[in-house]
DNA sequence: CCATGTGAATTGCTTCACAGCA
DNA sequence: TGCTGTGAAGCAATTCACATGG
């Protein structure tokens, strides 16, 4: 059962549940590999494979049972239950993450949020109190959060990220712009829209660079 | 010169550049491999095997220098000039980005932002005027967007990308948790929290099963 | 002597193609 | 017959290791 499932991989989960969700939704039964693998951008064999490394789940000449497949795919995923976040740094991008509605639904539960600014402090946003940082460590023994989500301008990320870590939190998702240092064992993902600009940058500036032409 | 660079070479690169203009700010002549790799994430020789499908920017036994590898990796990304941007739905995520004053240090200007909300048109956010979306057309064409960021409702979000390669754009940053089907030849990248916070789970989960030990 | 640049080796991921089963 | 599940093949990315040259 040690599973060595890359990231690539378990994005790609990640969107057939999504896609999984949205069939149930609409009372479908059945859907092929073809199918999932066409609403979310990838080949039939890869939905196979990636299915395949966790068990078998289809029926040979049917396809997968929408429902069955997703309660597999909840599991897999540590879906199965609700989990609890804290937002540390409520400037721009906090806010916005405080005020967005859709992660109730998705299973996820702000449960706190943090920042430095005593003005900010006390005030209420989507239906959570901003809290100094030094109520950190009681919230996330309170809530048993294990996700912290970092947006904090980036001469504070490094050491929001280390206090969330001797908190407790066992994953970090990164806004800003920095490579964080976390000890071994604690998950890490980065979401940084500057960056997804520049790739776009390339790709434009590429496909409209003369070059040599095909080969 | 035609050459087939993979999508994560191109985000590492975003990283040195990043590194870089960091060294470059604090007067930093000379970096190595090395020092790039720790501060950025990966391994020297993936750093000089990114850096050689381009040219040889190093001197052996020195280093690379801070300032020539910039302006090298500005080139190849196509950051020597600035870029303009539109931002279609203007919501929470629509907000905080036009709000984001970030962005305009690292080259990029927010030219439009459009919405269909007619309470929302007319007013402006971080000195950008909401307009409706029939301005559109007139807007990506008087301000040669090539890039449009799309921040609307998950339904909305075909219709409007579809709007927006029809008017011009080259690329499109999606925030909306959808596959978007676009015409060969435009550049695509997704931001969406919650399939991160998805990973993250996975993550946490499968690093508290008990499993099997190792191997 | 030191760090780059790079073929060669390796590792990992994706695609292929078909056996197996409803 | 139709679509899954899966070894094997093919491809892409990373790591190794060393020759190269300041």
Chains 1, 2 share one sequence.
């Not at 693998?37 to 029926?59: C, I, M, N, Y």
């Not at 997968?64 to 991008?93: F, P, Q």
Request: with cysteine; hydrophobic share 40%.
């Amino acid at each position: 059962m040690a599973r060595k499932t890359s990231d690539s991989t378990v994005r790609r989960l990640s969107r057939y549940l999504r896609r999984l969700r949205k069939l149930d939704a609409q009372d479908r039964k059945v859907v092929s590999s073809r199918e999932l693998a066409e609403t979310t951008g990838t080949t039939a064999a890869q939905v196979r494979k990636d299915l395949s490394h966790f068990g078998s789940f289809g029926k040979r000449g049917q396809g997968y049972s929408v429902g069955d497949l997703r309660v597999h795919l909840e599991e897999i995923l540590g879906l199965d239950h609700r989990w609890t976040v804290a937002v540390l740094g409520i400037g721009k991008i906090g806010s916005a993450l405080l005020g967005y509605g859709y992660f109730t639904e998705r299973g996820f539960d702000i449960a706190a949020a943090f920042d430095s600014d005593p003005s900010k402090i006390g005030s209420e946003l989507g239906g959570v109190r901003i809290q100094p940082l030094n109520a950190l460590e009681e919230a996330f023994r309170e809530h048993r959060i294990s996700i912290a989500i970092i947006a904090t301008p980036v001469e504070a990320a490094q050491d929001a990220a280390s206090r969330a870590v001797s908190a407790g939190a066992r994953a970090i998702l990164n806004f800003a712009p920095i490579k964080l240092s976390l000890p071994e064992g604690v998950a890490l993902r980065e979401m940084d829209v500057t960056l997804e600009l520049e790739g776009l940058c390339y790709l434009v500036t590429e496909a409209s660079t003369p070059a040599d032409g095909p080969e």
